[in-house]
Structure formats: C-alpha cells, structure tokens
C-alpha cells in the first residue's frame, strides 16, 4: 500500500544514518516494528500483579511429560 507521509528531513535522516538504513522506507519501517514491539513490551509489564497463578503449579514436572 503506497503512502505518503510529510515526515522531518532531517529526522529521517538522522534515523537512516544511525540505524544503518539504505533506504527511508527500511528506516521507517524498522522504525515502526521498534514502535510496536515497545507498545506490546508496555502492555505485558502493565500485567504484573494483576495475573494470579496456581501455587501448586509444578513447572518442573511439566517438563518431564514428554
């Protein structure tokens, strides 16, 4: 899907040479999946503490099933 974006030279440039991009296109979507892991990264911490789990859950033993 084409898309245009107004997007700062010189930001763009700065982020292609520091990322080692060839091309703007690398450096935005490089960019954009760093973007995404980062917000899913967020939503797992914001999870701690809110999960309860079994004490009587043997990770151990689990291991040995196969």
Do not use: C, W
């Not at 440039?13 to 520091?18: E, G, S």
Request: hydrophobic share 35%.
């Amino acid at each position: 899907m084409a898309t245009n974006l107004a997007i700062d030279d010189k930001l763009i440039i700065l982020a292609q040479k520091l990322g080692d991009h060839r091309t703007k296109k690398a450096t935005v979507t490089e960019a954009l999946r760093e973007y995404i892991q980062h917000k899913k990264q967020i939503r797992i911490l914001n999870l701690f503490g809110q999960i309860d789990y079994d004490p009587s859950y043997d990770y151990k033993k689990q291991r040995r099933r196969t």
